[in-house]
């Protein structure tokens, strides 16, 4: 046989195992290996291009007559909260006291005003994260949309401007007033004032964003 037909035959044989996947393709190239390359994965690499460990796998597999389970789940590219479960513990423990549901309950979706840089800060200073074990803050902000959260501003709490007992406080006044109409004696003295009434907690206990 001479180069040419032998370059041809090695083009099908590397040509065949694109049609086999899993443990049909590593039983495929461990018997390559051992017919053709003298049982050797090395050789088996540098002849056809295959990767050494699939053979030495391959003939595991085929001289102890089993089938090693592929885990195709830890493959690919995985989002960083669920490489590490205790970052998205620690995102949360910052971002929901600071959330808002949606004002008008179409969505389950809550609203933060922290921001993707306030966030990665805290993290930092309070939880003891280093700068290069986090991802950047465009990176943090798409965590934060995954995890159900939106960055907005929270509209603080609106001040009560009328409590149930109004009409009855202004309907005694009235009472006494009229009581001392006539009252020569009696000094009515009018003043304009503001009545201090709780508004309700703020998104940032309490504290002005300035």
Not at 20 to 28: C, D, G, I, V
Not at 159 to 187: C, M, Q
Request: net charge positive; proline share 3%; aromatic share 6%.
């Amino acid at each position: 046989m001479d180069r040419g037909q032998e370059q041809v035959y090695e083009q099908l044989i590397i040509s065949a195992v694109t049609h086999l996947k899993s443990h049909e393709r590593r039983l495929y190239i461990a018997e390559i290996t051992e017919a053709l390359c003298a049982g050797s994965p090395r050789q088996l690499e540098t002849r056809f291009g295959w990767s050494r460990h699939t053979a030495e796998k391959g003939i595991h597999e085929l001289t102890q007559g089993i089938q090693c389970l592929d885990n195709y789940s830890a493959r690919g590219c995985h989002r960083m909260e669920e490489l590490n479960p205790q970052l998205a513990v620690d995102i949360r423990s910052f971002v929901e006291p600071s959330t808002q549901a949606d004002p008008e309950l179409k969505t389950t979706r809550t609203y933060t005003n922290l921001s993707a840089a306030e966030l990665r800060h805290a993290l930092i200073e309070e939880k003891g994260y280093l700068d290069k074990e986090l991802p950047a803050e465009r990176t943090l902000r798409n965590i934060l949309n995954r995890m159900g959260y939106r960055l907005k501003r929270i509209q603080k709490g609106k001040p009560l401007k009328k409590i149930e007992e109004t009409d009855a406080i202004f309907e005694n006044i009235k009472k006494v007033k009229a009581s001392y109409s006539d009252s020569k004696d009696t000094l009515q003295i009018s003043g304009d004032t503001k009545a201090k009434v709780a508004i309700g907690e703020y998104s940032r206990g309490g504290k002005n964003a300035d």
